[in-house]
């Protein structure tokens, strides 16, 4: 078990860290999660987040900090950009892993409960893009488990200890992704308590927390209000209130149960195991603390994400960790028992389908006919690739029906998944990422974006743009989207909305003097090409349009 815990261990180091480069940056959120720290870098200011140039306080800085200290150290490349967000997962499993190490009296759960969080769908592919969400789950990680080592410490140096640990993590999650830093602990730790009998307890512990929070918090929160006044009210009405509460001003409104199917594909292989795990769990488990307090952590901040009006895939993040250590303890416990036959049964049916997939992958790959085909005949073999990798993980799994030992059984059923995903990441459809990733075509026109060239753009290409082309003062045509803030608040760079009829003068006012470059998706460069001027230049691929003047 030793070697088999060393090669997984490897394994999963190499599928989290190795494709970080391989694809092309997405729009939008990876390259705003990369211009702001660059334009950071750039200008010195640590304090003022800013995209374009302009004011962004949507998030406060510590992702972005972390973005930019990665940056110094590997370049300005996708490599750099995804490389915290994967860290940060790879360090929610290894804090997992000292949680149920410590507290579980199922040794072998301690190695499986990580092993279950790496191997959810949602973390690998959280952790391959650049959000802020893998490294808030991983601050929020590190705020719970510390608590837990709290409350169950005897002596009172160690709790002390682990509820100021708790603060910090919790501090530093506010200065990622702002309250959730302190709805989702207090959403968790007053009902674990209250099961507890512990209720008494709630009036005593907070203080230590609180006070490290704070003193984590305060430096830069007093740097931007002194800076910026009215960085706390928009961030906390706007970015809070409105989006959590308010169904008509909050953004990504979703039905009450959006998150229930997201949970399901999300942690698939090992929701598929819930008829083996989590009758267990009830019948035999529930008496014990850490049980108790996962439940918790998982079964409260869900239905807080699910209530709220704004939802977005990444937001249950935070909820992973605590299922796996729920579905490890409860595995490992049904396994001691002695049983087999209902994680043989789901496995059969997991095998399956992921034989089914491969299958489907292969037949449209081979098929003259368009209407089943998932790639474009200039894609080459990605078809196979993806093929190979689900008859891979069908393989594994059943591999994992037949092995005696249960600690193998879960080493196989584990590594199902980690080649699939991996072989998956590199036989991705062309139709599935080039309305995301205008990179290519910004990058072969780079030696046409002079010094002195101005820059035109909109709305999600508008991120790329200043990333790519290392500049921060293009102007922003027509759709503001997320720039609208910064542009209502512009205090010294006049002029960088621009109507279409303000466009045409621009191009008036330059004519013969400066390059006026236009970088749209190819929807709206239509909308506007029958009033504007014929172009000097122009370059375009299925869905971005590159355009000179």
Same mark, same amino acid.
């Given at each position: 078990m030793k070697r088999i815990s060393i090669a997984? +261990?490897?394994?999963?180091?190499?599928?989290? *860290?190795?494709?970080?480069? &391989?694809?092309p940056l997405t729009i939008p959120d990876e390259t705003r999660y990369g211009e702001i720290p660059r334009e950071m870098l750039t200008s010195g200011d640590w304090v003022v987040p800013r995209l374009n140039g302009l004011k962004y306080f949507e998030k406060p800085p510590f992702g972005y900090w972390a973005n930019a200290v990665s940056m110094v150290t590997f370049g300005e490349n996708a490599f750099a950009l995804r490389i915290p967000s994967a860290l940060s997962v790879i360090i929610s499993a290894f804090?997992?892993?000292? =949680? #149920?190490?410590?507290?579980?009296?199922?040794?072998?759960?301690?190695?499986l409960a990580p092993a279950i969080f790496l191997t959810c769908p949602l973390v690998l592919v959280i952790g391959h893009i650049n959000l802020l969400d893998s490294l808030?789950?991983?601050?929020? $990680?590190?705020?719970?488990?510390?608590?837990? +080592?709290?409350?169950?410490?005897?002596?009172?140096?160690?709790? *002390?200890?682990?509820l100021a640990l708790m603060g910090v993590f919790c501090g530093l999650a506010f200065l990622t992704k702002g309250f959730l830093a302190f709805a989702v602990p207090v959403l968790a730790i007053v009902p674990f308590m209250l099961w507890e009998g512990r209720y008494k307890d709630l009036f005593r512990i907070p203080w230590i927390p609180v006070v490290t929070a704070f003193a984590v918090v305060l430096p830069w929160s007093l740097m931007i209000h002194f800076r910026e006044g009215d960085f706390w009210n928009y961030f906390f009405w706007t970015e809070h209130v409105a989006r959590f509460l308010d169904p008509v001003r909050g953004q990504h409104p979703k039905p009450l149960w959006y998150f229930l199917p997201v949970l399901a594909g999300g942690a698939l292989p090992w929701v598929?195991?819930?008829?083996?795990?989590?009758? $267990?769990?009830? !019948?035999?488990?529930? !008496?014990?603390?850490?049980?108790?307090?996962?439940?918790?952590? +998982?079964?409260?901040?869900?239905?807080f994400f699910s209530v709220c009006s704004g939802k977005l895939i990444p937001y249950i993040l935070p909820c992973f960790p605590p299922l796996a250590i729920v579905f490890a303890m409860?595995?490992?416990?049904?396994?001691?028992?002695g049983k087999c036959r209902a994680f043989s049964i789901s496995a059969w049916v997991l095998a399956v389908l992921c034989g089914l997939g491969g299958l489907f992958l292969l037949v449209s790959g081979l098929s003259l006919y368009e209407a089943i085909r998932v790639y474009d005949p200039d894609e080459g073999v990605k078809w196979l690739v993806g093929s190979f990798g689900a008859f891979l993980w069908a393989?594994?799994?059943i591999g994992s029906i037949r092995m005696k030992d249960y600690r193998k059984k879960m080493a196989f059923y584990c590594a199902g998944i980690l080649p &699939? +995903? &991996?072989?998956a990441s590199l036989s991705v459809p062309n139709s599935a990422m080039d309305r995301r990733t205008p990179g290519g075509l910004l990058e072969r026109n780079l030696s046409r974006v002079t010094p002195n060239a101005v820059l035109v753009s909109n709305d999600n290409v508008l991120r790329a743009v200043c990333w790519f082309f290392k500049r921060d003062d293009a102007k922003v045509l027509e759709k503001a989207g997320e720039f609208t803030y910064g542009l209502k608040h512009e205090d010294n760079r006049p002029g960088k909305f621009l109507s279409v009829a303000a466009f045409k003068d621009t191009l008036r006012e330059n004519a013969g003097e400066r390059p006026v470059i =236009? *970088? =749209? $998706?190819?929807?709206?460069?239509?909308?506007?090409?029958?009033?504007?001027?014929?172009? #000097?230049?122009?370059d375009a691929d299925n869905h971005f349009v590159f355009v000179v003047y």
């Open positions: 997984l +261990f490897v394994l999963f180091a190499f599928i989290y *860290v190795l494709p970080l480069g &391989f694809r804090m997992i892993f000292l =949680l #149920v190490r410590r507290f579980s009296p199922r040794g072998s759960a301690s190695a808030l789950s991983m601050l929020l $990680t590190g705020a719970m488990v510390s608590f837990f +080592f709290a409350h169950m410490a005897d002596k009172m140096r160690r709790k *002390v200890f682990f598929a195991q819930s008829p083996a795990a989590i009758p $267990t769990v009830l !019948k035999f488990e529930m !008496k014990k603390p850490l049980i108790r307090f996962a439940i918790c952590w +998982f079964l409260f901040p869900f239905l409860g595995l490992v416990a049904y396994f001691e028992a393989f594994l799994v &699939f +995903f &991996f072989l =236009l *970088v =749209l $998706t190819r929807d709206h460069y239509e909308d506007y090409r029958d009033q504007l001027p014929a172009p #000097v230049f122009k």
